[in-house]
């Protein structure tokens, strides 16, 4: 009945229930560690089944454990994105699970080096797996997010999307290959209410970034210094983000890219 609050507070949605992924399933590569691992907390904590896929067994094996403890349905595959073998036992693994409704794009690797040592090889491989890889994965997934008109795809960009990296001229390359595919892709499947949109991080303490911004102290206090937050993000950092773009509360926002850098770009 209209204008009856206890209808209304049956309809109206709360923050909780925004946000709840009971009955969800998602598929995160690179979920071994570091950003895809706070990507599968996030989603798990808020109620999602999750597939986790990676080259590295032992972080696998030790990030499902943490996940089933927490209380979370988690299987793993290990593999590579680069294998079409291993993505088939991947849609396997998930298709036991049920429909997959959210995959996180979080494998990738990088390769620093001033421009002239760089080869074109250096690029072949990373685009190997932070382009093509990541088009393969999400293609497997596309044709049952399009038969049940709905899906969210969350892809893993970086400051090298949006601005200049320098030594990582390669890698740059690649990550504004994946916001072009992001944006392109969501302006296709938008007509059957699947939502895709990048996550681009700043400086953040993983294997991939940590040990590089530590390893010369002033090339540490130089990047700090450009952060308007004044810290480094953790990837504790990155859960809000992942837990918000994977829910209902973002169901109208498809194509964009999110800087998460403590306020890198804004200076
Ligand atoms: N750490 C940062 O500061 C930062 C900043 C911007 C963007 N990113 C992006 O975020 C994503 C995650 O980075 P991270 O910092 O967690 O790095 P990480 O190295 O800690 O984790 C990346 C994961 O991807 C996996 N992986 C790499 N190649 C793979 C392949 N071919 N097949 C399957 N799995 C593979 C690795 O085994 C690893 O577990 C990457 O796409 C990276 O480019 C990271």
């Not at 560690?33 to 896929?53: K, M, P, T, W």
């Not at 990296?165 to 209410?193: C, I, N, P, W």
Request: hydrophobic residues 45%; negative net charge; glycine residues 10%.
């Amino acid at each position: 009945m209209a204008g009856d609050p206890d209808a209304d507070a049956a309809t109206t949605p709360t923050a909780e229930s925004l946000f709840d992924l009971t009955g969800a399933v998602a598929v995160i590569t690179g979920g071994a560690r570091g950003i895809g691992q706070a990507a599968a907390r996030a989603l798990g904590r808020h109620g999602a089944s999750l597939v986790l896929f990676d080259r590295l067994r032992e972080q696998l094996e030790h990030t499902t454990r943490e996940l089933c403890e927490a209380g979370t349905t988690t299987e793993f595959v290990v593999g590579d994105v680069r294998s079409a073998a291993d993505l088939a036992r991947l849609t396997d693994v998930a298709a036991s699970l049920g429909p997959v409704d959210i995959v996180v794009n979080s494998a990738g690797v990088i390769r620093r080096m001033d421009i002239q040592d760089m080869t074109l090889e250096d690029l072949d491989w990373l685009w190997d797996v932070n382009v093509r890889g990541l088009v393969a994965v999400t293609q497997a997934f596309l044709p049952q997010m399009i038969e049940r008109r709905g899906g969210k795809v969350i892809n893993l960009g970086s400051l090298g999307s949006v601005t200049g990296l320098e030594l990582r001229t390669a890698y740059a390359t690649t990550k504004g290959a994946v916001t072009q595919y992001t944006v392109s892709l969501a302006a296709e499947v938008g007509r059957y209410g699947i939502c895709v949109n990048a996550v681009a991080p700043g400086y953040v303490t993983t294997d991939m970034a940590g040990k590089w911004i530590n390893a010369e102290p002033e090339r540490a206090a130089a990047l700090l210094a450009r952060i308007p937050l004044g810290r480094f993000a953790t990837p504790a950092d990155l859960e809000g983000i992942f837990a918000f773009l994977g829910s209902r509360a973002s169901d109208y926002i498809t194509g964009q890219v999110f800087l998460v850098d403590g306020g890198w770009t804004a200076t």
